[in-house]
């Protein structure tokens, strides 16, 4: 069965700074990975998404994630973030054979200081 | 173009009530899915239509939980005797046909809180 983990709950940073935040995934062949967006009352937004090719892949907001297939890894990056970025992020993972079930994780709540 | 939208955005219900929770795609989307998320969780599966058929159901917690699409468009999630566990964020999903653009684009979700 297809699962992910988001290591961290909360993660604080400071307006400006840099962010990665960490997902690793566990599937059998090549998944379907994603990065979702979250605000509060608000539901989920795509940031981007993998599915073959290019292992860095580029996303809307000026985000960026790196597919490491050896590493079962998907991280999200951001060069300087803003304060409107705080939010919820969720990494994903979808079957791409089949239809789309897709297994979120349990997301990481980003908080960005001034 | 019109995203997807669902009706009503909070629900409370005393425990006991039936709900139904309405989900509109986005037209021409073939595929529809519905998810719980229950408070700080992610989404969890609940069950997947291709047009008006409901190929899984495997993630509905119990047969209190039924969905339709008899039209292969709106689709309606209907929880009989809600209990206090069933208290979550339900969000739908739609998606076009598959090759065509394999991402699911989500509603805004309806809240449920059971007294």
């Known amino acids: 069965a297809q699962s992910v983990t988001q290591p961290d709950i909360h993660i604080t940073v400071s307006e400006g700074a840099s962010l990665e935040l960490r997902c690793n995934y566990s599937?059998?062949?090549?998944?379907?990975l994603f990065w979702y967006v979250q605000s509060p009352g608000q539901g989920l937004q795509l940031l981007l998404k993998y599915f073959s090719g290019d292992t860095l892949v580029q996303g809307i907001k000026g985000f960026e994630a790196e597919f490491k297939r050896s590493q079962s890894s998907f991280n999200l990056r951001k060069p300087s973030v803003h304060w409107s970025d705080a939010a919820e992020y969720f990494c994903a993972v979808a079957s791409s054979g089949g239809y789309q079930k897709v297994t979120f994780g349990t997301g990481t709540k980003l908080q960005v200081i001034p | 173009g019109a995203g997807v939208s669902q009706s009503p955005r909070y629900k409370v219900a005393k425990r006991g009530q039936d709900v139904a929770l309405r989900c509109d795609p986005i037209?021409?989307?073939?595929?529809l899915f519905w998810y719980q998320q229950a408070l700080g969780q992610g989404p969890e599966f609940l069950t997947y239509f291709q047009n008006e058929a409901q190929l899984d159901k495997s993630g509905l917690p119990s047969d209190r939980f039924f969905a339709e699409r008899p039209e292969g468009s709106v689709s309606t999630l209907k929880i009989q005797r809600t209990q206090q566990e069933d208290s979550a964020v339900y969000l739908c999903a739609s998606s076009p046909p598959r090759g065509k653009e394999d991402t699911q684009y989500f509603g805004p979700g309806t809240r449920l809180t059971v007294l």
């Open positions: 599937y059998g062949a090549t998944p379907y």
């Open positions: 037209s021409g989307h073939v595929s």
